[in-house]
């Protein structure tokens, strides 16, 4: 299971708009490693997990949920490792059935690989998470001095 505690930022009655906060391995080298140079290229807009709750929360009660490891390795096969053995199956029919030249088996492997690419967005569409709440934070108060303390 992998466990996420995220921020409560919006409600829309039971349902709680949800923010991860960046992890500390993330702020420990001080933007010089690769996933923080491509955050800073692509935009480093935040988004948010709408979920329904059964009871009402506050905007900023923090949650943790958590979601099973098995969906995680299913989209990272269908993103990653179906685009590659699609177009590794179109070059070699190209080059071993059909027998084409180079340049043809160039571009079955692309055709591969969009096709790839098309069933794998398709596929992590209908895969469904199975998110489940493990505790709801109860809002802590700031402390603050009192005159005289």
Known sequence: M???????????????????????????CNGRCGSQVFSKLFGTAKKTLPYKFETQLEVGQKVTLSLDDSHVVKHAFAVYMLPLFLSLIFALLASELIQLAEGWQILAAILGGITGFLIAKTWVKSLRHEIKVIKIHPISLPLTQIDGD
């Open 2 to 28: 992998i466990e996420q505690t995220l921020t409560v930022v919006a409600l829309s009655g039971y349902v709680a708009h949800l923010e991860a906060q960046q992890k500390q391995a993330c702020e420990g």
